[in-house]
């Protein structure tokens, strides 16, 4: 539908509404959140009227107003959505609306809203989109393009673009802040501030998000929680450097109190735009929930399971021979593996690190993607035909992006390496960067992975990423230019035409675990590696929060040795299977030293995977809202309400000797159901001389009980010993 006169544009779905006036010189949101219904009814006239703030002391002498746009020039004084300069001119944008269109289905659910802008100060066109999925779940899409005939002074010169932000207003009623930080092996862990005046800015300056990314900043009403709670949220499809904020100014954002906002962290000099020049932001996706972060999770869930190229064939169990062998590469040792792995229901075997030329330990061969013949004689063949002979599929693990300085690659092509002209700095990990933008960097990766997938007809690809991006400038002839833009889109590109040669592969995206981790990448993959921890009590908090943003079916949670490679810690076997079955499980434990009642236990959970992965896979993701961080509940319940499984956690001891009433979330508090305690996985040892009643006999046999009892009133738990799990099937009666 083309919009001509209207005042008042709209895009409504899944209970959300965005509502956008057209206005000159630049049109302003007047409402993102619930849906208020037809705005073409008195309402949107209301709105119209109630946008208008106060003028204050002090103030410009016109109603300050936060447009689609915000800059100086609407008297906006926080951060603008555009920043730049012309040779250091053309430093205050002006954008004047010149066009408008809305697209909404013929069922009237979501819609396409896009601007057009013109701006003769900074000589640049642009344009913002909006797009609302039937979810609800806002899509955000900004680009600029330079027209130096809108400004022949300024216009000769390349513009310098410091920085496009997507910005949205939120009400008063949000006074808190939640997003994310981390490190190696504890990523994505929360933090909580007040929102307060000023700005709380986030930047990625890594070449990636990296392990501490903001990954997803919610601003909500007080003590929001899992289940409860109005939320406004923002992610970043964005998988190079990355800059969030949220600010509250004294004055306000128009007729609301703050804003929240996203957009590429530029380097300086990274984006120069001459006549004719386009540069297009990475998408910001904004979501709006009433009920708290689960909410959240479940839009954006919904909306990836809808994509085309989402995976819709059962995920496979997988056994990774990392942790198993490391560097071991011995085709008798790793043939015994198989066999094991057989044994005990695994799908697919991925072969990882150490397969190739002169790569016998971490210091060496990255880059040289040629199977090394004095550990492989006869090539990876023999291997591969062991996997397929069991019945599983094969994958193979790259870290393409990546060279080390003791390689074949870096001796003979040096210039290949992201870094000064100046002079390398420090390694990391005892490599450095290869720059993949570089057409002859890029061709030959492709080239090599193309050759192997096609010789070996690989199903599956572990793509790692191991280090951060430091100084990573390309070197060219007219100096050194700034990379991890370019660097970021020959990473997509790469992956793309991979995927476009080999439509039936898989590619798991791991950067030392969950260091990118973002829906720009999982457009082109099919897997994250969540962290590189497998010790079950960090794992389960790490998954956990993963979880609010990438559904279960696309995270990699693996069994590992009861000692963790990663922390030392150890736990008992029950806990492990329980912590690595509700994402998309496989193995690291090396299965020719496991006895055969660990055997036994794990084929047991493997069968249990198989029977609940449709489940896992499809459904809801919940979490209890909890008093003792000491545990956890979480849970997916069928779409149909037909059937959940919840997890029962104890990390660690608690001053509260039990826990009394818990509620289920996602129940059904009108239905009936049957609960059963499953424990063939081992019973979780527990810290009490007796469980609760209904614990006790729902252990033997199934029990019923009524919605109304889990899901309004609870039930009690049982006190689990630290490092403990149990793990609750419960199915609707019908």
Same mark, same amino acid.
């Given at each position: 539908?083309?919009?001509?006169?209207?005042?008042?544009?709209?895009?409504?779905?899944?209970?959300?509404?965005?509502?956008?006036?057209?206005?000159?010189?630049?049109?302003?949101?007047?409402?993102?959140?619930?849906?208020?219904?037809?705005?073409?009814?008195?309402?949107?006239?209301?709105?119209?009227?109630?946008?208008?703030?106060?003028?204050?002391?002090?103030?410009?002498?016109?109603?300050?107003?936060?447009?689609?746009?915000?800059?100086?020039?609407?008297?906006?004084?926080?951060?603008?959505?555009?920043?730049?300069?012309?040779?250091?001119?053309?430093?205050?944008?002006?954008?004047?609306?010149?066009?408008?269109? #809305?697209?909404?289905?013929?069922?009237?659910?979501?819609?396409?809203?896009?601007?057009?802008?013109?701006?003769?100060?900074?000589?640049?066109?642009?344009?913002?989109?909006?797009?609302?999925?039937?979810?609800?779940?806002?899509?955000?899409?900004?680009?600029?393009? %330079?027209?130096?005939?809108?400004?022949?002074?300024?216009?000769?010169?390349?513009?310098?673009?410091?920085?496009?932000?997507?910005?949205?207003?939120?009400?008063?009623?949000?006074?808190?802040?939640?997003? *994310?930080?981390?490190?190696?092996?504890?990523?994505?862990?929360?933090?909580?501030?007040?929102?307060? *005046?000023?700005?709380?800015?986030?930047?990625?300056?890594?070449?990636?998000?990296?392990?501490?990314?903001?990954?997803?900043?919610?601003?909500?009403?007080?003590?929001?929680?899992?289940?409860?709670?109005?939320?406004? =949220?923002?992610?970043?499809?964005?998988?190079?450097?990355?800059?969030?904020?949220?600010?509250?100014?004294?004055?306000?954002?128009?007729?609301?109190?703050?804003? #929240?906002?996203?957009?590429?962290?530029?380097?300086?000099?990274?984006?120069?735009?001459?006549?004719?020049?386009?540069?297009? =932001?990475?998408?910001?996706?904004?979501?709006?929930?009433?009920?708290?972060? &689960?909410?959240?999770?479940?839009?954006?869930?919904?909306?990836?399971?809808?994509?085309?190229?989402?995976?819709?064939?059962?995920?496979?169990?997988?056994?990774?021979?990392?942790?198993?062998?490391? *560097?071991?590469?011995?085709?008798?040792?790793?043939?015994?593996?198989?066999?094991?792995?057989?044994?005990?229901?695994?799908?697919?075997?991925?072969?990882?690190?150490?397969?190739?030329?002169?790569?016998?330990?971490?210091?060496?061969?990255?880059?040289?993607?040629?199977?090394?013949?004095?550990?492989?004689?006869?090539?990876?063949?023999?291997?591969?035909?062991?996997?397929?002979?069991?019945?599983?599929?094969?994958?193979?693990?790259?870290?393409?992006?990546?060279?080390?300085?003791?390689?074949?690659?870096?001796?003979?092509? !040096?210039?290949?390496?992201?870094?000064?002209?100046?002079?390398?700095? !420090?390694?990391?990990?005892?490599?450095?960067?290869?720059?993949?933008?570089?057409?002859?960097?890029?061709?030959?990766?492709?080239?090599?992975?193309? =050759?192997?997938?096609?010789?070996?007809? #690989?199903?599956?690809?572990?793509?790692?990423?191991?280090?951060?991006?430091?100084?990573?400038?390309?070197?060219?002839?007219?100096?050194?230019?700034?990379?991890?833009?370019?660097?970021?889109?020959?990473?997509?590109?790469?992956?793309?035409?991979?995927?476009?040669?080999?439509?039936?592969?898989?590619?798991?995206?791991?950067?030392?675990?969950?260091?990118?981790?973002?829906?720009?990448?999982?457009? %082109?993959? &099919?897997?994250?590696?969540?962290? &590189?921890?497998?010790?079950?009590?960090?794992?389960?908090?790490?998954?956990?929060?993963? %979880?609010?943003?990438?559904?279960?079916?696309?995270?990699?949670?693996?069994? +590992?040795?009861?000692?963790?490679?990663?922390?030392?810690?150890?736990?008992?076997?029950?806990?492990?299977?329980?912590?690595?079955?509700?994402?998309?499980?496989?193995?690291?434990?090396?299965?020719?030293?496991?006895?055969?009642?660990?055997?036994?236990? #794990?084929?047991?959970?493997?069968?249990?995977?198989?029977?609940?992965?449709?489940?896992?896979?499809?459904?809801?993701?919940?979490?209890?809202?909890?008093?003792? &961080?000491?545990?956890?509940?979480?849970?997916?319940?069928?779409?149909? +309400?037909?059937?959940?499984?919840?997890?029962?956690?104890?990390?660690?001891?608690?001053?509260?000797?039990?826990?009394? %009433?818990?509620?289920?979330?996602?129940?059904?508090?009108?239905?009936?159901?049957?609960?059963?305690?499953?424990?063939?996985?081992?019973?979780?040892?527990?810290?009490?001389?007796?469980?609760?009643?209904?614990?006790?006999?729902?252990?033997?046999?199934?029990?019923?009980?009524?919605?109304?009892?889990?899901?309004?009133?609870?039930?009690?738990?049982?006190?689990?010993? !630290?490092?403990?799990?149990?793990?609750?099937?419960?199915?609707?009666?019908?």
């Amino acid at each position: 539908m083309l919009s001509g006169a209207e005042a008042v544009l709209a895009l409504r779905a899944g209970g959300t509404a965005l509502i956008v006036e057209v206005r000159h010189p630049t049109p302003r949101v007047l409402h993102w959140g619930a849906d208020l219904g037809d705005p073409t009814e008195a309402h949107g006239d209301d709105l119209r009227l109630t946008a208008e703030p106060a003028i204050l002391n002090n103030s410009p002498d016109e109603p300050r107003v936060l447009s689609v746009w915000p800059s100086e020039y609407d008297g906006w004084s926080g951060t603008a959505a555009q920043s730049g300069n012309a040779a250091g001119y053309a430093t205050t944008p002006r954008p004047l609306l010149e066009s408008h269109h #809305i697209d909404v289905p013929d069922d009237g659910v979501g819609g396409r809203i896009e601007f057009g802008f013109v701006d003769r100060v900074t000589a640049i066109r642009s344009s913002l989109v909006y797009e609302l999925d039937r979810f609800g779940v806002l899509a955000v899409r900004m680009s600029i393009e %330079r027209d130096a005939a809108l400004h022949p002074s300024t216009g000769s010169a390349p513009y310098t673009l410091d920085g496009l932000l997507a910005l949205m207003p939120v009400p008063e009623r949000a006074t808190e802040l939640l997003d *994310f930080t981390g490190k190696w092996c504890r990523e994505r862990a929360p933090q909580r501030t007040p929102f307060g *005046f000023g700005t709380h800015a986030r930047a990625t300056r890594r070449g990636k998000p990296g392990h501490d990314s903001p990954y997803l900043l919610v601003a909500g009403t007080p003590s929001f929680g899992f289940g409860h709670g109005e939320v406004w =949220a923002m992610h970043l499809a964005w998988s190079g450097e990355q800059r969030y904020l949220a600010e509250r100014l004294p004055e306000g954002a128009g007729a609301f109190s703050a804003v #929240i906002g996203a957009g590429e962290c530029l380097r300086s000099g990274e984006v120069l735009l001459a006549d004719g020049d386009r540069y297009e =932001a990475p998408t910001v996706l904004f979501i709006w929930s009433d009920a708290g972060t &689960d909410g959240l999770a479940d839009r954006l869930h919904r909306r990836l399971r809808s994509r085309p190229n989402h995976p819709s064939t059962p995920r496979p169990l997988v056994l990774n021979t990392w942790e198993a062998v490391y *560097f071991d590469h011995d085709l008798d040792r790793l043939t015994q593996l198989v066999k094991r792995a057989a044994e005990v229901g695994v799908e697919r075997i991925v072969l990882d690190d150490g397969w190739f030329h002169r790569r016998r330990q971490a210091d060496a061969g990255l880059g040289d993607w040629f199977v090394d013949r004095d550990v492989w004689p006869d090539g990876l063949g023999p291997f591969v035909e062991v996997v397929r002979s069991h019945g599983m599929q094969f994958g193979l693990w790259f870290e393409p992006e990546m060279v080390n300085l003791d390689s074949e690659l870096a001796e003979r092509h !040096p210039d290949w390496i992201l870094g000064p002209s100046a002079g390398l700095g !420090p390694s990391s990990r005892q490599q450095y960067v290869l720059d993949i933008a570089r057409p002859e960097a890029y061709g030959y990766l492709l080239t090599r992975i193309d =050759a192997l997938v096609r010789e070996h007809s #690989i199903d599956y690809l572990k793509w790692d990423h191991n280090r951060d991006l430091i100084e990573a400038v390309s070197r060219e002839a007219s100096g050194d230019r700034p990379g991890v833009r370019r660097q970021t889109l020959a990473l997509y590109r790469l992956l793309d035409e991979l995927r476009e040669r080999h439509p039936g592969l898989e590619i798991e995206t791991c950067s030392g675990g969950g260091g990118r981790v973002d829906l720009g990448i999982l457009d %082109r993959t &099919d897997r994250v590696w969540a962290s &590189d921890c497998n010790d079950p009590v960090e794992r389960v908090q790490i998954e956990r929060w993963t %979880r609010a943003l990438v559904p279960p079916e696309l995270i990699g949670s693996h069994l +590992g040795s009861a000692r963790a490679h990663t922390t030392s810690r150890t736990t008992d076997l029950s806990f492990r299977l329980v912590a690595s079955l509700t994402a998309h499980p496989g193995i690291e434990q090396d299965l020719t030293a496991a006895s055969d009642s660990e055997l036994a236990a #794990i084929a047991a959970w493997s069968r249990l995977y198989r029977e609940i992965r449709p489940l896992l896979h499809t459904g809801r993701v919940v979490n209890a809202d909890l008093a003792d &961080d000491a545990t956890a509940l979480y849970g997916t319940v069928a779409r149909d +309400g037909s059937r959940a499984v919840f997890t029962w956690v104890r990390f660690q001891s608690s001053a509260a000797g039990q826990s009394g %009433r818990v509620r289920f979330p996602g129940l059904d508090r009108t239905a009936r159901y049957r609960v059963a305690i499953r424990e063939e996985l081992g019973a979780a040892s527990r810290h009490q001389g007796r469980d609760p009643e209904w614990v006790a006999r729902a252990a033997e046999h199934p029990i019923e009980l009524s919605g109304a009892v889990l899901a309004g009133a609870g039930v009690p738990m049982p006190t689990l010993n !630290p490092q403990q799990a149990m793990l609750i099937d419960i199915e609707r009666i019908p």
